[in-house]
């Protein structure tokens, strides 16, 4: 847990530096609220709310990004034994950036990095460390 702290410490350091590094921060708000059947066939309403923070700055060659979200979860879908397991899976990747903050019978609120690397270019070449996109095609 000692790495929340250094998670908002160095948020902290970013708005304070952010004019002087070039930062730019933002974020976004979703809230989505669905009705659908679970899995014994009954109606639920469930409510998704999501707070994305994304910051990125630069300075010369180096150049950063970072997405980090908050979601909290409520409502019928959350009691349905099997979207449970689904939603408790970590994420199919190396790096799983994903924590549950704390659950209920009919809630989850977990945060996750969403994206983050830094990248560096010299001349031709650019090098990007993280977790990031990669798009295939469109």
Do not use: K
């Not at 996750?112 to 010299?122: I, K, P, Q, V």
């Amino acid at each position: 847990m000692a790495w929340r702290g250094g998670l908002c410490a160095v948020l902290f350091w970013c708005l304070a530096q952010s004019a002087a590094m070039g930062m730019e921060l933002g974020g976004e708000y979703t809230q989505l609220l669905f009705a659908t059947d679970d899995t014994l066939g009954r109606r639920v309403y469930t409510d998704m709310h999501r707070l994305r923070l994304n910051g990125h700055g630069g300075r010369g060659a180096w150049s950063w990004r970072v997405s980090y979200d908050q979601e909290f979860w409520l409502g019928g879908l959350m009691r349905d034994p099997w979207f449970r397991s689904a939603f408790a899976r970590p994420y199919p990747t190396w790096l799983d950036a994903t924590a549950t903050l704390a659950s209920g019978r009919s809630y989850v609120w977990r945060h996750h990095l969403y994206r983050g690397w830094l990248r560096m270019e010299h001349g031709a070449w650019q090098w990007t460390l993280g977790r990031q996109r990669i798009a295939w095609g469109s």
